[in-house]
């Protein structure tokens, strides 16, 4: 299937989003030219617990060549990078800002987001907060919203099975013994 555009890459998952909403922050050429055109990924709230989901995300954007860039007080290290207190504390270009906060946080943080010049901002799935979008809009900065990256990543790139997750099976033969 590849990072082609079918009807696979371009399903939508339950969301509370109406759909001018889903069409303005969860278009699919957005999304392809955000995983495309990214570098350096700053994951705002990234946890030391690698049972959370900011580590799993952040792990697997790691593995498939992305910089993560872990923005938290606690200090110190994780996923062998530096952590920053805040957006403005990296001293690198950020291309992408994918807060794990609570929702009423992260209107501050797409404020920063364009502060600091990203160019687009990412709330997870089920994360909601249109405030932000709309000030990251706003400020210059491509928005996906209810959208979950690493999922995205996946499909977009042929690594999500319908099943979700990559099997690494191409056929449904069971393997060999």
């Known amino acids: 299937m590849g990072s082609g555009s079918g009807t696979a890459c371009d399903i939508t998952l339950n969301t ?10 969860q278009d699919p050429d957005t999304i392809r030219r955000i995983l495309r055109d990214t570098r350096t990924v700053a994951v705002v709230g ?3 617990d690698p049972q959370k989901a900011s580590t799993f995300v952040a792990a697997y954007l790691q593995y498939e060549g992305y910089r993560i860039i872990p923005v ?16 403005a504390s990296v001293p690198d270009p950020i291309d992408l800002v994918v807060p794990f906060r609570p929702a009423h946080d ?22 909601l907060n ?16 209810d ?8 499909r977009f790139q042929g690594g999500l ?6 099997t690494e099976l191409v056929s449904a033969r069971r393997r060999g013994r």
């Open 130 to 145: 249109r405030e932000a979008a709309e000030a990251a809009s706003a400020g210059g900065l491509d928005v996906v919203m």
């Open 16 to 25: 509370s989003l109406s759909d001018e909403e889903r069409a303005r922050w």
């Open 46 to 48: 990234l946890s030391t």
């Open 72 to 87: 938290t007080p606690k200090g110190g290290t994780l996923l062998g990078e530096r952590t920053w207190p805040d957006l």
């Open 106 to 127: 992260c209107t501050e943080i797409a404020r920063q987001a364009v502060a600091v010049r990203a160019k687009a901002f990412w709330l997870q799935l089920r994360l």
């Open 147 to 154: 959208k979950c990256v690493k999922m995205e990543h996946g």
């Open 161 to 166: 099975h319908w099943a979700g997750m990559n």
